[in-house]
Structure formats: structure tokens, C-alpha cells
């Protein structure tokens, strides 16, 4: 391996920011000369194709680092690292807009996460909690929060810090989180009245989705049969007595009163910072209040309306009655994190997200293996399914006469980060309020069939077991990426490619009139005269190597026929764009 | 990995031996239909066409039509506001919203008769106000179910056999499986299999039926029978074939390259080549192979309708005004864009559309608030009498050969949390159309439980009434009645409507004569 020089700065940044990684960062430099670690990557190209799974699309730095410290050491930083956070700078933009007097909205939230993704060191946190996000949903398209701009940005950041830590911890605190509270009801849930009941979609949705399931799993995802049949996790009954303890859960800064009489308690008040906004919620249960005060609004019973009732959940587990608020949702927490269906089932979503539609039954046990001998930790459990063989060996390519399932179609918003790490996108400068511009003013969710935290429902962009009609139902094989793509997705993602190749190069005359990042085509330009090595350099960065020699043909003749006289730029945007295109980079294997 | 299937290159294989039979396979792979061939004489007759409305998330239907009485006791509409917990009173509802739509000054407007039911004790009803409410000088739901063109199906939901409460305590066998769960019960109404877990949808299966007539009538290439605007859905896919999916913005061109054809000597004819080229193989990858589908099969349609729709072409467009900023309205106004385009170019006699609307999942804001019910349905009813007035005579005429009807999740508790209701099981759904014979009720399935729905909350009154403490209704209908009844309208037989519904013979009706 020919270790360039050009790395010691760059490890020796790392070993000054990470004083707990500097033992390991020191030996391999000076111990030994330049060590090769035992797993580093064998090849660029297979750094690239680590980095397409792991990261929102390899670029230089990268590379460079993985291949210098392998594998297991790159992903041990990225856990180290702090996350990047959005809330602060979207907060001071928004500010800065409002004393502007101009429109705030979701723009500043996605301006901030496209330029994270692309840029944020954290790459793996990142992606991890993007990952996150597709599970735990929350979405811009709800009427309730849609204008919640900072707390939504805020609840982004929840994702990035939990995303290494303890499952239990995240699901606590995205059932505390008032973003998540207003999107499925839990916020301001109240206790039973005479004539209500409490709202039951946070109780459904929190077992049906960010934990358990529908129905009883094996550790390897299958279903669990008793003589034949699946078995419900839950009924009715059990959402209905669920739904009562997600009660009385109201903005941390709702005012509870002072006195004996708690004068000025209003449980319907708060929200007076963004703080406030984005604290976890408080509950108003019998740690503040008495029962018999008007403002206990948890439901410290049980089913039938009297003082003295247990709550049956999940599993059939007792929430005893009579307890604080706090108390009832922690027992929730700990009943639903305990669950043995919650190893398979999140580890096979997350699989899914990063490396492979189909995982194998054996793949899913060993990392829900990992999930329960962690006692939930995400960060373990993400490793262990980065460097499982099954997501490092991938089976041969195959010829035509071999099925070939494996991987996953790549997320158009993928395909678009990818692309702009591969050619060291240069964001624009911030304009007078602080914000740097990355969308160029692009629909997402209407253009490309997804949009960060732009979820039509709580169900996600598509659902884990989406079959694709055709060979994928034909098969029994999953394929929950396509379930976005149609010809109008389609040729509106391509549509907007175009946009982020051909109107946004360093450059480029005129600038376009929405700021957005502008791609750097020097490393293809620089070979305009040997389209083969033009066509080397796509290859690389946009496929870690694995560029058919049909489709080399094809890009190859398309620079030196049909772009012929065309400009260097053209040449170069053109390849970039058409890849874009291609068969071979829509899928990831 | 070691999946015993069917491999890409035989499932290739097949499609290449439908299209060397004269069918387009690529574009519409017709398995089941290998054998019947492309019939050359069709069996149906003139144009017809469905036009399947999903209210994504659980419409609330019960507050769509209330139960009224006029003979001074006024008993059943006690009952209903007493179930959805009172009245709708921001300002009195103290302990949590009641829901339930109060008599207000417009009852007149919204009063209506059901021509099924004889009796003026139990006869009446009035429709949610947003129903009165047409876009600008457009004729209302209200007048339309006067006026023959609307009709109701009451109490329909998932059911693989007709139940009462005693069935469906009895036995876990005796329900559909997930009840409750947005995605399971929508795809069981999708389906049109309320037993099971199907990946194909009855839009889907009818589509290839009517094919299989001969209801495809241009050469290649062909468009598909079912067409979505609202992305993919389980009800339009078949066991052979996928739905045309297109959005309600016209058909742009892709940039850079030809569209179709190219100018000569132009930058965008090299990139077009290398696209041609690349789509022109073959991946052994799935992930590469599917998109490489998809994509061509957006690039032959764009060729054939692109040139004929916005922003190319306005010829085929109504001349009948939409509603703006309705999501719904937009997707109606292209369906009856493709209607008209369709029957001049001949492209199909039978055609299967899928539009939705979303927002409907109101746990909160029930009744005011952004995004509430009364907007959600004032959307619906103006996106509804938009689309009817623009198939009328004057423009697209086709009010006689086309059929909108809804579909939700299910209905939802009667009873309020507060200030929304939960998820429920049966509910109401609309059917409408010139073919319709609206005015009426439709609430008898055969089975017993039948007529409009005694909603006292479960647990009181006596008999009990078929519902649960929160006023989740055992429906009367099932889904497999209600689809079938719409399948058979559109030419599949009723002996191929117990194939595509297989809980279908379950139940004594199998078309309910709504359409």
C-alpha cells in the first residue's frame, strides 16, 4: 500500500481531538513505521463501498483515514465523536429571520441537515440518526408541527445524541421529546373523563413501530408460530390501558402555580422559548399534584375509573396504580425495552437502512445477538452489522444466469450526498442571517419520494417489507426503497440531479440565483483529454470500482463522440450526471 | 443468502414470451393471463371507468352523515352526540371535546332522505356541513345525493364472514387479523382480501381481468389499465402487472437528454445515447434491474402521453374549473384529463385510477385546528363536485362511465380522547357517479347485523349494540361486498369476483346494487 504523507496531518489532528484514541493513533505511526492494521480495507475501492454504507458518501478524507486505521478503528472514532448539532445554528437563523422580518420555515431546518450530512466529521452518528429518523418518525408534513422549526431541528439532534447509546435511552427520550409528544398525541393527553378516553395513537404507534411489532419475532426475525400461527404482541385491551399512561404530559415549561392552591397553573401554557419547546416534557401527575387537584391530569387508575386499578400492558405486565406519572412511563419504558422482539426488530430495520433489503435469518440473529448482549447499545449493534461478513463479503457479483438480491436500491437522497462528497461540493458562503443555502429552494418530498424528517405518515417513506411487484414478490424478497420510485419520482429526482450537476459546478456563468453547493469538476476535468481516465475517476468515486465494462463504454464513447466540441466542464457534469442515471449506482450492493 | 426463488432471468423470460404473443409485456407483464392471450374481440362494451378515492388515515366517516329525526324525540341523534361525548362546544366542553356536529342554523341544507328506507321515523339524516359547500357555482355532495348521483354504504369494514359481538369474542378466527393497525386494515381494504396478507390489491387483479376481455385496445406501447396518481398502493397491483404512476403536475421532460426526439448535433443526443445504451442491458442485480424497468417504462410512456399533456399540450384538459391548493382536486383534474385522453386515443375501454387524501389520522384537532375534518371533507366534497361537473356533457362527457367511491383505514371511535377520536373498525363510504343509484343508503349486507347502526357505546342498552366501550362498530358490510359490487359494474364476472375476493362467498350478497 503506498501510504501517502499527506495523512500524518490529518491523524495527528485526530490524535489531538481524541486524546482516548491517541495510544492506538501513536503506534500505528511511529511504532512500526506506517503500519497497515489487520483490517484495513484491502483496496480503495472496497474503503468506498465501506463508506457507502456507513457514511452519506465516501469522499477523500475518508478514504484516507479508514484506509489508515481499518476498520474496526474508524468506526470506534465515529463513536468518540460528539455529534454536530443542528438546533443551535438553526435556532440563531431563525432568530436572525425573524428580526429581519422573514419568513421562517421548514428551509432552515433542511438547509442545516443537507449541509451536516454532507459535511459534519460525525458522518457515521449522522447517518446513523438519519437511520433513526425513518423509525422513529416524525414529520414536517403534520399540521402540529410543521411550524415547530427549531424543536423539530431539535428532535434531529436527539436522534444524533442517542444514537450510540442504549436503546431504552432513545425510546425514553423520544417519548418525552414534545416534538414526538405533538405528532402522536402523547402531548396533552388527558386522563379519562366522564365522557373521554385517552388518545391511543402513541400507544399503538410506540409498540407497533419503534419497538416490538405486530407480532412475535424469533431472534432471526421470523415469525414466532404456535401451531402455526403468528401471535399478536398485543390487543386492544392492552392500547387501551397503554394509552392511559401516556397521559398528562404537557411543555416543561407549562406553568404549575404557586400556594396550596397552585394558583396559576395552566397545564395549557409554556412554549415560551424554544426551550421550552424542545425540553423534555414534564407530566402532571401526583408528583405535582394531589389527585383531587384539578390539574393531575395522568390517569392513576386503571380501566374502570376508580383510584385502585393496575394497568395490563404490553406482555401482560402490571403497571401497578396509584404512581407518579413518571414512575408509570418508566415502568412502560423498561416492560416495552425488554421485550425480546426488539433485538430482531430494530436490528433487521437497521440492516436494512445500511446494508442489505434481505438480509439473511442468520445475519439478523448474530446483530440482534450483539443488541441483547448489550443490553440495547446502538453503537455495538451498528458496528456489528457494518462488519458482519455478510455486509463485507458480499456474494459475487454473478452473471446473468445467477440471482443476484443482494444490497439495496440506493435512497435518491443518498444518491444526491453521495454525489456531492464525491466531488468535494463547496457550500455556499452564509448569507446575512447565518444560513448556508443547500436545497436550492428543491422540494424533497415531492421530487424525490423522501425528504428528512418529510414522512407523508408515521410509516415511513416505505415500509421494511415493501414488495417491489415483479421479481421481488415473485420471490418473497423485500425492497422497501422502491416503493418511492415510479416514473413520475423518477424523472423528477433525475429532474433535480440535473439541476445539482449542470447549473452547479465551481464555475459555472451565470451563478444560479438559489444558493446550493456547487461541485468541484476539477479531478475530471484536469484528465479532459483521456476520457478513459475521466471515466476512471467516475468510477471510483461514484462506484468504488465496479462500473461495468458496458457502461465504461458507454461513457466513454459519450465523451469522445456525442460530447464532442462540448466544454471540459460539460464533459464533466455530463458524466457525473449520467451516472447519476445509471442502473449501476441507483443500486448498492 | 439462500432464498429459493424464481430468478430474474426467468421471470424475464416469461415477459419475453407474452411479448412475442403480441402483448407489451414489458410494460404490462400479464402472467396470469398467459394462456387467454390477448383476446381479439372484446366482451365489453363502451368505456367505463373506476376511480378509487383513499381518505389515508382513518376518515372519521360517522360525522359524513348523522342520524336525524324530525318527529319531535329525536331520539337517534341523541344517542350519536351522547357516543362522540357530547356536543361539539369549545366553549362548554370542559371535560374534553365532545364531537359530535352540532343541528346548526344550515340543517336544512344538509337534510337527507334515505330512498331506501320507507319509514320517516328512521329515514332521515343530514350530511356534514362541509358537504354543502361546492367550489364556486359547482353543484354540492348535498344536491348530488338528491339528485340520484351519491350514494352512502353504511357500516362497511374489513370482515372475513358476516360476525356479530358473540362470533367475535368467541374466536380470534372469527376477525380479520391487526384490526386497529393503519397499515394492515388499508391493506386488507387494498387487497380486497380480508383474510390474509396479500401483495396484490383488487384494482390490480380486476385490471388484468377486464385485459384479459380485451379492455387494452392500442399497440405498444401499451399504458397500464391502472393508473396512480398518488404513488404506489397496493389496491392497483396485479400478480402480473404494476400501475402506470404519474403526478398530478403534467408530465415533465427529463433534462439534458431527448425528449423524445433529439436535435441534431445537440450536447443532450450524446447523453440520450449513453442512457440508451446503459438502459439497453441487462442487470443481474434486482436493485439495478428494477430501476433499469422502471425507468424505461417511464421514458416509452412520457413518449406515448407526454406529448398530449400539461406542460406540452393542454388539449385533453377540462375546461371545468378546480379548486386550488386542494391536493385532491389536482389529482381528480388529471384523471379526468387522462379520461378524456384516453377515450380519444383509444388507449384502454376499461380504466382503474387511485387519488388520496391524507390527514384524516385525527387523534387531536378533530374539530378545529389546522388540517381539521370539516376542511379534510369540504376538500373531498369540492374535489368530488369538480371532478363530477368536468365529466359532464360539455366537457369530458363521461359522468355515465365513470364511478368514484372511497376507501379509508376504518372508521373511528365514536366516542372523543379529548379532542379527537381513536381508531375504529366499520364506518361510511361514498359511491358516486352517473351510473350510481344514489339518494340512498345502502346498509344491508345479508348478514345480521343490517340498517343504519344503533350507536349507543357497547356495553349499554339492550340488546348491546355491536360495538365496543368506545364505539368501534362491527361492520355490516364487508369490504369484499363493497369492492366486488364496484368490480362487477366495471365487467368482471360475478364467478371471477369469488376468485379476486376469496372470503366473498362467505357472504349472501355479493353486489349490493349501489352501482
Known amino acids: 500500500m503506498n501510504t ?150 431539535a428532535y434531529g439532534d436527539l436522534l444524533a445524541t442517542d444514537a450510540f447509546g442504549i436503546y431504552r435511552t432513545l425510546l425514553s427520550d423520544v417519548t418525552y421529546n414534545p416534538t414526538m409528544g405533538k405528532y402522536l398525541n402523547a402531548f396533552r393527553n ?28 424469533n431472534k432471526d426475525h421470523s415469525p414466532l408460530l404456535v401451531g402455526g400461527l403468528t401471535v399478536p404482541t398485543y390487543d386492544q385491551n392492552v392500547i387501551t390501558h397503554t394509552a392511559k399512561v401516556f397521559t398528562g404530559l404537557t411543555y416543561s415549561d407549562a406553568p404549575i402555580g404557586t400556594g396550596a392552591n397552585f394558583s396559576g397553573a395552566n397545564f395549557y401554557g409554556g412554549s415560551l422559548t424554544f426551550a421550552g419547546q424542545y425540553n ?75 446494508v442489505t433489503s434481505n438480509p439473511s435469518p442468520a445475519y439478523i440473529q448474530r446483530v440482534a445477538t450483539v443488541f441483547d448482549n448489550s443490553t440495547g447499545d446502538l453503537g455495538d449493534v451498528l458496528k456489528a452489522i457494518l462488519t458482519d461478513s455478510e455486509a463485507r463479503n458480499p456474494p459475487a457479483a454473478g452473471t446473468l ?59 415511513n417513506f416505505y415500509t421494511p417489507d415493501y414488495q417491489q411487484p415483479g421479481v421481488f414478490s415473485t420471490n418473497n424478497l423485500n425492497s422497501p426503497e422502491l416503493q418511492i420510485l415510479n416514473e413520475s419520482t423518477l424523472y423528477s429526482s433525475i429532474n433535480s440531479y440535473y439541476n445539482f450537476t449542470a447549473n452547479s459546478y465551481v464555475g459555472i456563468s451565470p451563478l444560479p440565483t438559489t444558493p446550493r453547493p456547487m461541485i468541484d469538476l476539477t479531478t475530471l476535468t484536469a484528465n479532459v483529454g483521456t476520457p478513459a481516465l475521466m471515466v476512471a475517476t ?45 442502473p449501476e449506482y441507483a443500486a448498492q450492493r | ?150 350514494a352512502f354504504a353504511v357500516n362497511v369494514g374489513t370482515l372475513t364472514k358476516p360476525i356479530v359481538m358473540t362470533d367475535y369474542n368467541s374466536s380470534a378466527a372469527n376477525r380479520p387479523p391487526q384490526l386497529f393497525s393503519h397499515s394492515d386494515q388499508t391493506s386488507q381494504w387494498h387487497q380486497g382480501n380480508t383474510s390474509a396478507s396479500s ?51 403534467g408530465l415533465t421532460s427529463l433534462s439534458g437528454v431527448c425528449n423524445p426526439t ?80 384516453s377515450k380519444a386515443k383509444g388507449y384502454a375501454t376499461r380504466q382503474i385510477y387511485f387519488v388520496q387524501l391524507g390527514g384524516f389520522d385525527l387523534h387531536s384537532g378533530l374539530m378545529s385546528g389546522g388540517g381539521n375534518h370539516a376542511s379534510l371533507l369540504t376538500q373531498v366534497g369540492q374535489a368530488l363536485g369538480a371532478f363530477w361537473t368536468s365529466l359532464g356533457p360539455t366537457d369530458v362527457n363521461a359522468q355515465n362511465e365513470v364511478t368514484a367511491f372511497t376507501v379509508s383505514d376504518f372508521a373511528r371511535t365514536l366516542q372523543s380522547n379529548g379532542s379527537g377520536s381513536d381508531h375504529g373498525w366499520g364506518g361510511l363510504q361514498m359511491v358516486l357517479g352517473g351510473a350510481v343509484n344514489g339518494g340512498k343508503l345502502y346498509a344491508n349486507g345479508g348478514g345480521p347485523i343490517s340498517g343504519f347502526p344503533n350507536q349507543s357505546l357497547g356495553g349499554s342498552g339492550s340488546p348491546a349494540p355491536n360495538n365496543f366501550s368506545r364505539g368501534q362498530m362491527i361492520p355490516g358490510i364487508g369490504v369484499e361486498q363493497y369492492a366486488a359490487t364496484l368490480a362487477q359494474w366495471m365487467g368482471v364476472s360475478a364467478t371471477d369476483c369469488n376468485t379476486i375476493f376469496p372470503n366473498l362467498h362467505n357472504f349472501t350478497s355479493k353486489n349490493l346494487g349501489f352501482v
Open chain 2, 262 to 341: 433529439c436535435t441534431v448535433g445537440a450536447t443532450s443526443s450524446g447523453r440520450d445515447a449513453a442512457l440508451n445504451s446503459m438502459l439497453g442491458e441487462t442487470y443481474a442485480n434486482d436493485f439495478a434491474g428494477e430501476y433499469n424497468a422502471v425507468l424505461q417504462r417511464g421514458r416509452n410512456l412520457y413518449n406515448l402521453i407526454g406529448p398530449n399533456l400539461p406542460p406540452a399540450s393542454n388539449t385533453y384538459v377540462p375546461a371545468t374549473a378546480f379548486p386550488p391548493n386542494n391536493s385532491l382536486a389536482s389529482q381528480l383534474k388529471t384523471v379526468a384529463t387522462m379520461i378524456k385522453l
Open chain 1, 4 to 153: 501517502s504523507s499527506k495523512i500524518i496531518p490529518a491523524l495527528l489532528l485526530v490524535a489531538l481531538a481524541a486524546p482516548t484514541a491517541l495510544a492506538s493513533v501513536h503506534d500505528h505511526i511511529y511504532a512500526n513505521g506506517f503500519d497497515i492494521p489487520a483490517d484495513a480495507p484491502a483496496s480503495k475501492a472496497e474503503a468506498s463501498r465501506f463508506l457507502t454504507q456507513a457514511t452519506f458518501g465516501p469522499n477523500q478524507t475518508d478514504i484516507t483515514r479508514l484506509m489508515a486505521v481499518g476498520y474496526n478503528e474508524w468506526i470506534e472514532e465515529q463513536l468518540g465523536m460528539r455529534a454536530t448539532l443542528g438546533e443551535p445554528t438553526v435556532e440563531a437563523v431563525v432568530n436572525a429571520r425573524i428580526a429581519g422580518a422573514q419568513n421562517t420555515g421548514q428551509t432552515q431546518r433542511l438547509n442545516r441537515w443537507f449541509w451536516q450530512a454532507t459535511y459534519a466529521p460525525d458522518q457515521l452518528r449522522q447517518r446513523m440518526a438519519y437511520a433513526l429518523s425513518q423509525i422513529f418518525v416524525v414529520s414536517d408534513q403534520s399540521s402540529m408541527i410543521n411550524g415547530d422549526v427549531v424543536p423539530m431541528t
Open chain 1, 280 to 354: 423534555p416534557m414534564q407530566c402532571w401527575g401526583t408528583e405535582l399534584f394531589p389527585y383531587s387537584n384539578g390539574n393531575m391530569r395522568h390517569d392513576i387508575t386503571g380501566d374502570d375509573g376508580t383510584l385502585h386499578t393496575d394497568k395490563t400492558v404490553l406482555g401482560g405486565a402490571i403497571i401497578p396504580s396509584g404512581q407518579d406519572c413518571d414512575l408509570d412511563l418508566g415502568d412502560e419504558m423498561d416492560i416495552i425495552a425488554a421485550h425480546p422482539n426488539i433485538a430482531p426488530f430494530i436490528s433487521s430495520q437497521l440492516i436494512q437502512r445500511f
Open chain 2, 199 to 249: 401483495a396484490v390489491g383488487w384494482g390490480g387483479l380486476c385490471a388484468e381481468n377486464l385485459q384479459a376481455q380485451g379492455a387494452n385496445l392500442t399497440t405498444d406501447p401499451k399504458l397500464a389499465l391502472a393508473i396512480s396518481l398518488a404513488g404506489a398502493n397496493r389496491f392497483e397491483v396485479g400478480s402480473g402487472s404494476v400501475p402506470y404512476q404519474m403526478s398530478s403536475n
Open chain 2, 1 to 150: 443468502m439462500s432464498h429459493t426463488r424464481n430468478s430474474r432471468r426467468d421471470f424475464l423470460n416469461k415477459l419475453s414470451l407474452l411479448a412475442a404473443s403480441g402483448g407489451a409485456a414489458a410494460l404490462m407483464p400479464q402472467l396470469r393471463m398467459m394462456n387467454t392471450a390477448l383476446a381479439s374481440t372484446s366482451s365489453l362494451t363502451g368505456y367505463k371507468a373506476l376511480v378509487c378515492v383513499y381518505l389515508n388515515g382513518g376518515n372519521d366517516s360517522w360525522n359524513m352523515l348523522v342520524p336525524f329525526d324530525s318527529n319531535g324525540s329525536n331520539l337517534r341523534f341523541d344517542i350519536y352526540a351522547a357516543a362522540r361525548s357530547g356536543v361539539y362546544d369549545p366553549a362548554a366542553n370542559s371535560g374534553g371535546l365532545g364531537l359530535a356536529l352540532p343541528t346548526g342554523s344550515n340543517i336544512a341544507l344538509q337534510k337527507v332522505i334515505d330512498g331506501n328506507d320507507a319509514s320517516s321515523a328512521t329515514n332521515q339524516y343530514f350530511l356534514h356541513p362541509s358537504f354543502t359547500t361546492p367550489y364556486l357555482t359547482q353543484t354540492p355532495l348535498s344536491t348530488l345525493y338528491t339528485q340520484g348521483h351519491l
Open chain 1, 401 to 459: 444466469s445467477e440471482t443476484d438480491s443482494y444490497g439495496k436500491l440506493r435512497e435518491p437522497i443518498l444518491r444526491l450526498t453521495a454525489m456531492w462528497r464525491a466531488f468535494n461540493a463547496v457550500a455556499p458562503a452564509a448569507d446575512i442571517y447565518g444560513e448556508i443555502g443547500m436545497t436550492g429552494n428543491t422540494g424533497f418530498l415531492t421530487a424525490y419520494g423522501q425528504g428528512p424528517l418529510e414522512s407523508p405518515t408515521v410509516f
Open chain 1, 190 to 217: 388527558l386522563k379519562p373523563s366522564a365522557t373521554t378516553s385517552p388518545d391511543e395513537n402513541y400507544a399503538r404507534e410506540v409498540m407497533q413501530l419503534f419497538s416490538v411489532g405486530l407480532i412475535k419475532l
Open chain 1, 538 to 582: 467516475i468510477n471510483a468515486n461514484m462506484l468504488y470500482g465496479t462500473m461495468s465494462s458496458s457502461m465504461q463504454s458507454a461513457l466513454s464513447n459519450m465523451i469522445q463522440f456525442g460530447l464532442n466540441g462540448a466544454t471540459a466542464n460539460e464533459k464533466a457534469w455530463s458524466l457525473i450526471y449520467v451516472t447519476m442515471l445509471s
